[in-house]
């Protein structure tokens, strides 16, 4: 099973771009057998699907999100990023990468996950 | 697309048997054969318990079980155990290409 890594910077200030990128290990992320999906969860709420992306770059996003992300993958560097523009106080939440098997309609592997505060 | 909805809290004793609900819509739960079910501990991610309804993932004891009826899915822990103590999330599939999560649920053992 692949492992995934967050990484990005854990403060951003309103109106600005939230960016985070998912590093993928012990595996191919455009091995073409999954979907790369990020998932928020802000604090003591629930999980909220952001959006995902296959190897060849189909994209699909939650529609109260569509205008203000970008998913985008990055087959040389083994990662896939979010881009989220215009953040507000709402944005804030930890962040997680998954992997969804293509084919299948679950999330088997996630990564740690990484907060995400909005704040000037 | 709205969340799923979930009781707040369930709870019961040990060795006690527990049913959680998802309730959605026939655009997601009751249209496919798609719920999945997650156990969350604090500051932990998301581990999958439960997929396509009543599957579970090879490692995942045999007292957790999922099914469906209607528009409606369900999570039953059979034998509570004070380590099943967690939050639980169910998701599923929608007629719009997308995913959409439940509430969550927050399981007590006493």
């Known amino acids: 099973q692949v492992q995934l890594q967050e990484s990005g910077p854990g403060l951003v200030k309103p109106s600005e771009t939230l960016s985070l990128t998912c590093s993928v290990s012990?595996?191919?992320?455009?091995?073409?057998?999954?979907?790369w999906t990020w998932i928020r969860q802000p604090p003591g709420k629930g999980l909220e699907w952001i959006g995902d992306?296959?190897?060849?770059?189909?994209?699909n996003h939650n529609p109260s999100l569509k205008s203000r992300v970008t998913i985008s993958i990055d087959t040389s560097k083994s990662q896939f990023s979010l881009k989220l523009r215009s953040v507000t106080a709402a944005d804030t939440a930890m962040y997680f990468c998954?992997?969804?098997?293509?084919?299948?309609?679950?999330?088997?592997?996630w990564g740690q996950g990484t907060l995400v505060t909005v704040s000037s | 697309q709205s969340a799923l909805t979930q009781p707040a809290s369930v709870s019961g004793s040990p060795g006690q048997s527990i049913t959680i609900s998802c309730t959605g819509t026939?655009?997601?739960?009751?249209?496919?054969?798609?719920v999945s079910w997650y156990q969350q501990h604090p500051g932990k991610a998301p581990k999958l318990m439960i997929f396509?309804?009543?599957n579970r993932p090879s490692g995942v004891s045999n007292r957790f079980s999922g099914s469906k009826s209607g528009n409606t899915a369900s999570l039953t822990i059979s034998g509570l155990q004070a380590e099943d103590e967690a939050d639980y999330s169910c998701?599923?599939?929608?007629?719009?290409?997308?995913?959409?999560f439940g509430s969550g649920t927050k399981v007590t053992v006493l």
């Open positions: 026939s655009s997601d739960v009751g249209g496919y054969h798609s």
């Open positions: 396509d309804v009543s």
């Open positions: 012990g595996g191919s992320v455009n091995s073409g057998i999954y979907y």
């Open positions: 992306i296959s190897d060849s770059g189909n994209t």
């Open positions: 998701s599923s599939y929608t007629s719009s290409n997308t995913y959409v």
């Open positions: 998954a992997s969804r098997d293509f084919g299948e309609f679950n999330f088997d592997n």
